[in-house]
Nanobody, 120 residues
Framework: VQLVESGGGLVQAGGSLRLSCAAS????????MGWYRQAPGKQRELVAV????????NYADSVKGRFTISRDNAKNTMALQMSSLKPEDTAVYYC??????????????WGQGTLVTVSS
């Protein structure tokens, strides 16, 4: 199973970007999907997660009201719409997925990351 992110780039503060993540390979279904980010010199942190089925979501306090996570279960894709971007949002953004692997535990997969740079 592979995850491929796209959509990163350079944007001015206050601008918007949309990140996409596509899963491929032998996939029965995907449980939780999420976006994480890692800024230079900092630990990787959770940005947002979305659960399969009903699509329950959870966001880091720092992005609530500005970012929106969504997914298309039929296509095994996920997106992160980022608005009102701030310089502190600058980081490498990683896609994460928990792929159902019954009867074994879910398989956790990471993408290679996509860089988002917000200029002031």
């Amino acid at each position: 199973v592979q995850l491929v992110e796209s959509g990163g780039g350079l944007v001015q503060a206050g601008g918007s970007l949309r990140l996409s993540c596509a899963a491929s390979g032998r996939i029965r279904s995907i449980n939780t999907m999420g976006w994480y980010r890692q800024a230079p010199g900092k630990q990787r942190e959770l940005v947002a997660v979305i659960i399969s089925g009903g699509g329950s979501t959870n966001y880091a306090d720092s992005v609530k009201g500005r970012f929106t996570i969504s997914r298309d279960n039929a296509k095994n894709t996920m997106a992160l719409q980022m608005s009102s971007l701030k310089p502190e949002d600058t980081a490498v953004y990683y896609c994460n997925a928990h792929v159902r692997n019954w009867p074994l535990p879910d398989l956790e997969v990471w993408g290679q990351g996509t860089l988002v740079t917000v200029s002031s």
